[in-house]
């Protein structure tokens, strides 16, 4: 099993020569996933060497242009590549609209399903759930209605004890039950209590992606005790009238957001165009929080070495 996350895009609105807009890729327990597709997404994709045509889930925050003005252009890529497998992608409903449109006035008929899940910001709601993960939304606080997301892995199997196994004889069709906590009677009747034969599970890990939002203290129970953070950090402190206005964030305000949630490690994105360092951002944040990284195009995170 593998949880890791790759920043394709860490800037805001603008794109410069260092940062695109944001998009990020998440492989979790095979799955493949997007969030978010500013512009340039696919030339990142290809760039850092991720199979695009293995992505079923795209996951598109809010609507404005530098989190989805890629995924037209990303979507006709892999139909011009011969693609039949299906892509779902959850977003506001207005997207579903949108897509048709520029499809048709271009003439271009997609060759594989495009299924459309509507987000919401009336609280939490479960996007996708499968055996091995869940993902859900919940609501951001931005100029236009805008979501976050939380890929969380479902709690994991027992690990097999196998001294004590062998010890007893345990035999083979048992194994299943045992990872999954379950204590079997065997032929002879006696219960072979799975707390003899198991070590607990490893822990199960959780990825929360905050994008465009000001400071909203609402959105901690939906993140709470995460293995990473994305929180958007657009402004320094000194430009918090900035932030507020805009409805964006500072470093320091996405610091706080991450010790009061108990998060276990913070990573700062959608940086603004018009710093040319980071450090600022870093020291920043870190007075507040020190498990703290900036996110830097290309930067990929393994949540298993950060737990």
Excluded: W
């Amino acid at each position: 099993m593998s949880f890791s996350i790759t920043i394709l895009g860490s800037g805001a609105a603008l794109p410069t020569g260092r940062r695109n807009p944001t998009s990020q890729y998440i492989f979790c327990n095979n799955r493949h996933i997007l969030i978010d597709c500013g512009e340039g997404t696919q030339m990142q994709l290809r760039k850092y060497g991720i199979p695009f045509q293995r992505i079923s889930h795209i996951f598109i925050s809010h609507l404005h242009g530098d989190h989805f003005f890629g995924l037209p252009g990303l979507l006709s890529t892999m139909n011009l590549l011969g693609r039949n497998r299906g892509v779902t992608i959850y977003g506001p409903a207005q997207l579903k609209d949108i897509l048709k449109q520029l499809f048709e006035c271009g003439g271009q008929k997609l060759m594989f399903k495009l299924n459309f899940i509507p987000t919401s910001t009336d609280g939490e709601q479960i996007l996708f759930e499968d055996r091995l993960i869940k993902i859900t939304s919940f609501p951001l606080k931005h100029r236009i209605p805008t979501t976050g997301f939380r890929i969380q892995e479902k709690q994991k199997e027992y690990r097999l004890n196998p001294d004590a196994i062998e010890k007893d004889h345990v035999p083979i069709e048992f194994f299943h039950r045992l990872k999954k906590g379950e204590s079997p009677t065997n032929e002879q009747g006696k219960i072979l209590n799975f707390t003899k034969y198991t070590f607990p599970p490893k822990p199960s890990l959780s990825y929360s992606y905050c994008s465009d939002t000001a400071y909203f203290e609402d959105l901690i129970p939906f993140i709470e005790k995460s293995t990473l953070l994305y929180h958007e950090a657009t402004f320094l402190e000194k430009e918090s009238d900035r932030a507020k206005l805009t409805f964006h964030s500072t470093a320091k305000e996405a610091a706080i957001i991450a010790k009061k949630a108990d998060v276990n490690h913070l990573v700062l994105g959608h940086l603004s165009s018009r710093y040319n360092e980071q450090d600022s951002h870093l020291s920043e944040a870190q007075i507040e929080f020190e498990k703290t990284t900036i996110a830097e195009d290309g930067l990929k995170i393994d949540l298993l070495k950060i737990n």
